[in-house]
């Protein structure tokens, strides 16, 4: 690693420890959820949610410019397959101002643009080839770190990455909304 590469990583993870401090939201325990290690654990008979409010730390790294993001994970305790949809989980702010889910896809489209750029040059510098790169391994970051909606079969777990709306700084609590069942989150620097 050379001494500008390991700088701009020192100076990312220090930029992120401050700004991780100042807007944090934990999970507040009450009578369905019980909260480890900053996780928020709903857990039924018929399978166990858990959520936490986990900053995106790989590249693309501006994700949480635009976006809250959470770390999900589902495990299926019945014997038959389970749909999980976005539609099946929300984010609301403490006005009750309701974010939906915002679809892997749409947050790959954010990436297009440096694709088609690459693609329309028949010779590319050795800058755009390592701009390429970059975006290419930022896309297969998002494509197996995100949760994949979808059928989760009997016993099976899935984990990833959501993404909702950027919160307004001001935000002191919100709450995530997983079929029906209502997760408050604190900020622990509300005045």
Same mark, same amino acid.
């Given at each position: 690693m050379? @001494?500008?590469? #390991? +700088?701009?990583t020192a100076l990312f993870l220090l930029i992120l420890f401050m700004f991780s401090c100042s807007i944090k939201y934990f999970p507040i325990e009450s009578k369905n959820i019980t909260v480890s290690e900053g996780h928020a654990i709903l857990n039924t008979k018929d399978y166990v949610f858990a959520v936490k409010n986990k !900053?995106? =730390?790989k590249d693309p790294q501006d994700l949480t410019d635009y976006f809250?993001? #959470?770390y999900i994970s589902f495990k299926n305790k019945t014997n038959k &397959? =389970?749909?999980i949809n976005s539609s099946d989980i929300n984010l609301l702010d403490e006005t009750g101002n309701q974010y939906d889910v915002v679809l892997t896809e749409d947050v790959l489209n954010l990436l297009i643009p440096e694709e088609i750029a690459y693609e329309q040059f028949t010779t590319i510098t050795q800058e755009e *080839?390592? @701009? !390429?790169n970059e975006w290419r391994d930022a896309k297969n970051n998002l494509m197996s770190d995100t949760f994949n909606f979808g059928m989760v079969l009997s016993?099976? &777990?899935?984990s990833g990455f959501i993404f909702f709306?950027? +919160?307004p700084s001001k935000n002191k609590k919100c709450e995530i909304i997983f079929k029906d069942h209502s @997760? *408050? #989150?604190d900020r622990t620097d509300k005045k």
């Open positions: 050379s @001494i500008r590469s #390991f +700088l701009r !900053y995106w =730390v809250t993001t #959470f &397959k =389970v749909n *080839e390592q @701009i !390429y016993g099976a &777990k899935k709306p950027k +919160l @997760i *408050e #989150f």
